[in-house]
């Protein structure tokens, strides 16, 4: 599904974010992504959706260079994939149900389709019941909810959630982490960085670490591995 061969990425002020990476992440994997802050996880995400380019090397998704697409061929490749932020990025002025909506109308989707497709996503997150709140009217965890919602409702068939737990105390955390693995169960692929110990250690999936931009372990089934 992701392919990366020798890539790099060295942002304008010359910190090199990424040194010559090497991974292949297959169809229907659960991927952890663990590291100190600054390590290039962020970096690595950001790659994936196109949200950074990488400066050398090849990044295939799907057989897609996605390091050579063109700004106007962005919204497609995002639209394959879903996105999920440590906060949230939810519009305040919509409704939990618009928020998710909007996904689908973007796409010409129409209303009673729509209409379906949002209420079965949002009857998968638990939220069923919310769909005319705001987001400033809700917890934390079910804010996240809504975001993922909003990133599955297309239905990819690749989930990039960049320390989705992040924000969230533990208890919310282990529920958030429930949602992904019912994803997951279904089919998608999954890539998430993260800094929740507990989770990784055990909820078991391949792990990578990286460190100054380079991958320094890489496991099936591996544990979070450090001590903070
Ligand atoms: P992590 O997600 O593991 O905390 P990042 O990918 O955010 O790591 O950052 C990796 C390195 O790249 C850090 O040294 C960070 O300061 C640097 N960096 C991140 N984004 C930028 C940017 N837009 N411009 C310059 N340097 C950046
Ligand atoms: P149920 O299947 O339980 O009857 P509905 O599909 O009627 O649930 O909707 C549940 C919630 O979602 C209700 O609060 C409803 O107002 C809201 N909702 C449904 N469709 C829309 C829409 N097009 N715009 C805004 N809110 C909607």
Redesign the pocket.
């Given at each position: 599904m992701i392919s990366m061969q020798k890539v790099s990425k060295v942002y304008p002020n010359g910190v090199v974010a990424m040194d010559d990476l090497d991974l292949e992440i297959r169809d229907g994997e659960f991927l952890y992504v663990v590291g100190p802050s600054g390590a290039g996880k962020s970096t690595f995400m950001k790659m994936i959706y196109r949200e950074e380019k990488p400066t050398e090397g090849q990044l295939l998704i799907d057989g897609l260079d996605v390091g050579k697409l063109k700004d106007r061929h962005v919204p497609k490749l995002r639209r394959q994939l879903g996105v999920i932020f440590q906060d949230f990025k939810l519009l305040p002025s919509l409704?939990v149900?618009?928020n998710v909506?909007f996904a689908l109308e973007v796409v010409g989707a129409d209303t009673t389709s729509i209409?379906k497709q949002v209420?079965d996503v949002l009857n998968l997150v638990g939220l069923?019941n919310k769909?005319?709140n705001y987001p400033d009217e809700l917890s934390g965890g079910e804010q996240q909810r809504v975001s993922i919602a909003r990133a599955i409702v297309n239905k990819p068939k690749l989930i990039i959630a960049d320390e989705p737990t992040g924000n969230l105390d533990p208890e919310t955390a282990w529920g958030i982490m429930e949602v992904f693995e019912e994803i997951h169960r279904r089919g998608a692929t999954i890539v998430m960085a993260t800094h929740n110990r507990d989770i990784v250690d055990k909820i078991r999936h391949r792990v990578i670490a990286i460190e100054n931009g380079r991958v320094v372990r890489d496991e099936e089934k591996g544990a979070y591995g450090y001590d903070v």
């Open positions: 409704t149900y618009e909506a209409r209420m069923k769909a005319r």
